[in-house]
């Protein structure tokens, strides 16, 4: 059997190796190839080590609780590397404009803040009491304001949609984006009624984790165990059924393989395989640029507490976020320094794929010294730029998601992964990683 993945990111590497290990395990021969088109592997996934300082280009981490993740990590030796992130990164704030507010974390803290208001809060202890209701292509945005009101939605979740989707939550569709939430309402009538029931109301579990060395310490490992199989810098143009095999034709030539699995973003996909171009053209991407600012904590008036933070709508900042990576992970600065990763881009900072890099950059720094009240310059940047960086699963995805998915399987060998078909967290896409290996071998 001989084998494509198209396309060197988490998804693309996690598929190869969990599909030649399970064919190993079967018994089955198999040839299989990796194509990336850029001359280096992990796609969004990128650490930079410099000055002192670990910076991620891309995502910061996982939740260690998904046994998918945790079984690769083990099975890669890289269980020893694991870091847990530390107990002070729990704290997590929003900024709306003149201070920060802390983010509850229980219910006694959610009583006692100031953060929602009095009239807020009954609104959102309501929600027990509000009926269910299955609407079809509801908002994450409406959603919300129906069962917890408005200030909920623009105080609480829209700040966690900026922060996982960089979306707008009157945009995002709540059965693809939350699905989680959705069924929670359908199966228990209220979230409220789903907390106590569950006792954590369906949350995720597990810690957020990296490793010593940064988050592509995972991409060298897989890059290491699949050598000799990866072709970087060949871009794959076009992919075409051709009696019983896939040609795949590349800029330097066509090759015939027996099953493709298609690792690319959307936004590749529609050149790649025409049959879902006018489909894959509509799920929207946002831009995210992220700038590393490492300063010397003696000369700051006070060090930045928890996690980061999350800038209101109200706040009217460039920044979308900001997060304090040392705080995270203790080894991500120079003892004596910290590292705050800002981030700038999203749905309401779209501008930012025709700006320069210096001018992100200082709008960056400008931002991050207001709001923190940082009179010097960092003696640290590092710059990384995604002009399609998160997709956004918008109302009338499920239903686009729904077609290609159609179209992909009705072709005999051809197979569909990656962030913008299956969740947009690395435990998403090692999971469908992992579906895949099982799938294609299926002979």
């Known amino acids: 059997m001989k084998i494509a993945i198209i396309g060197g990111g988490i998804s693309g590497l996690s598929a190869a190796y969990l599909t030649l290990k399970e064919a190993k395990n079967k018994n089955i021969a198999m040839e299989l190839y990796i194509f990336e088109k850029e001359n280096k592997l992990g796609g969004t996934i990128s650490t930079i080590s410099k000055n002192g300082f670990i910076c991620e280009g891309g995502p910061n981490g996982f939740l260690n609780s998904r046994k998918e993740t945790m079984d690769l990590i083990k099975d890669l030796d890289l269980e020893k590397k694991l870091l847990v992130s530390n107990k002070e990164s729990k704290k997590r704030y929003v900024y709306d404009g003149s201070r920060m507010w802390k983010i509850p974390e229980k219910p006694i803290e959610f009583l006692s803040s100031g953060y929602i208001s009095f009239k807020g809060k009954l609104r959102i202890l309501s929600e027990f009491f509000r009926p269910a209701k299955d609407i079809e292509n509801e908002s994450v945005a409406d959603f919300v304001r129906r069962r917890l009101g408005f200030e909920a939605a623009e105080k609480l979740i829209d700040p966690m949609v900026r922060g996982i989707y960089a979306g707008d939550i009157e945009k995002l569709e709540l059965k ?10 359908k199966n228990y009538g209220s979230l409220f009624k789903a907390m106590f029931k569950l ?12 490793f010593d060395l940064g988050l592509y310490r995972l991409i060298e490992a897989l890059e290491e165990q699949i050598q000799g199989r990866i072709i970087k810098g060949e871009e794959v143009l076009h992919i075409e059924r051709k009696d019983k095999s896939w040609q795949v034709k590349t800029k330097s030539e066509e090759l015939f393989f027996d099953k493709v699995i298609l690792s690319v973003p959307a936004y590749k996909l529609k050149d790649i395989y025409k049959p879902v171009s006018e489909l894959c053209d509509k799920i929207i991407y946002q831009p995210l640029n992220v700038v590393h600012l490492g300063y010397k904590l003696k000369k700051m008036p006070i060090k930045p507490d928890g996690f980061g933070f999350i800038s209101l709508k109200a706040a009217k900042t460039n920044l979308l976020g900001a997060i304090y990576a040392s705080n995270m992970f203790k080894n991500r600065a120079p003892e004596g320094h910290i590292l705050i990763s800002a981030m700038i881009g999203g749905a309401f900072k779209n501008e930012v794929r025709h700006i320069s890099d210096e001018e992100i950059i200082s709008l960056s720094i400008n931002d991050i010294n207001r709001i923190l009240n940082i009179i010097d310059r960092p003696d640290f940047v590092q710059h990384r730029r995604h002009n399609n960086a998160i997709p956004n699963y918008n109302i009338g995805y499920s239903k686009i998601k729904e077609e290609i998915i159609k179209i992909i399987d009705k072709e005999e060998g051809l197979y569909l992964c990656g962030n913008a078909f299956f969740g947009v967290g690395i435990n998403d896409t090692i999971k469908r990683a992992k579906e895949l290996s099982n799938i294609v071998l299926d002979l």
């Open 176 to 185: 693809s984006a939350f699905s989680r939430i959705k069924e929670l309402e």
């Open 199 to 210: 006792k954590r109301g369906g949350a995720p579990t597990g810690h957020l984790a990296s």
